[in-house]
């Protein structure tokens, strides 16, 4: 049975609220295997149900069978916080198709009475032969205030460090605050490897970040009418600095928007960005993989 990551809040309620209903039907196979670079399984069964409606006393394996179906043969598990972390870092342990990032999500940081003690849970689980990325952190304007910010940038810095003490991915997540993304991670210096979770900037923050060799993650938000400015961003991104992810249960691809998001619906968004960026669509698949495994290692 999923041990669930730490009690809902109301905000986690009112989304798994708004996200009820079916999953959506499972889309064409891609013609190579890629992997889902950024998921929460456990948001996703606690908030939305076992994807493809898969036994219940085993979501993650019907998960990722479910996935396998369509291509998505390798998943990325992210925490938020610490009870998510090991949850992610022991599932990864379980299940040879689950790899594990851990870290505490920037709006976590603020709300902790003890940052201190928490980035030091984050940092032994980071030490774990499954866990490869430090991540979700970084910084997020949009739901944290100015009060909270300097906590905000304190556990990004952390945890920039645990990433270079473990030479693990630094997974980001970077809501409405490009500019001071960049500088924090030019100040501490990035290590080898920084994916940008769920891209959401313009053409001129992608060629910053393409030019100081960053990977792109690409979520279902690429396939939105709305979102001509992340396809223009992802049409200058060079293939072997792409990656692409879910963010389940959120940001499902058209034409499902509002359903729960899972990874077997990753097929959607890789044929969007093949449109997008003019590349053939095995081309495109075997070139994510390929950074993927560069990433993250091998599973």
Known sequence: MLSLM????????????????EFPPAPEPLPRPVLDSHTHLDITVSEAGVPGGGPADDPVAAAVALATTVGVDRLVQVGVDVASSRWGADT?????????????????????????????????????????????????????????????????????????????????????AHADVLRILDDEGAPDTVVLHCFSGDAEFARECVRRGYLLSFAGTVTFGSAAGLREAAALTP?????????????????????????????????????????????????????????FGPW
């Open 6 to 21: 730490s009690e809902p809040t109301e905000t986690r309620r009112e989304r798994a609220a708004r996200r009820a209903g």
């Open 92 to 176: 990864a342990d379980a299940h040879p198709a689950v790899l594990a990032t851990v870290a505490l999500h920037p709006n976590e940081a603020p709300r902790l009475a003890d940052l201190d003690e928490a980035l030091r849970e984050i940092e032994s689980l980071a030490a774990r032969d499954r866990v490869r990325g430090i991540g979700e952190t970084g910084m997020d304007f949009f739901r944290t205030a100015d009060e909270g910010r300097a906590a905000q940038e304190a556990s990004f810095r952390a945890h920039i460090a645990i990433a270079k003490r473990y030479d693990k991915a630094l997974v980001i997540h970077d809501r409405d």
């Open 239 to 295: 293939v072997d600095q792409m990656l692409v992810e879910t963010d389940a249960p959120y940001l499902t691809p058209t034409p499902h928007r509002g359903r729960p998001n899972a990874s077997y619906l990753i097929p959607l968004t890789v044929r969007s960005l093949a449109q997008t960026t003019g590349t053939d669509l095995d081309e495109l698949c075997a070139a994510i993989s390929a950074t993927g495994d560069r990433a």
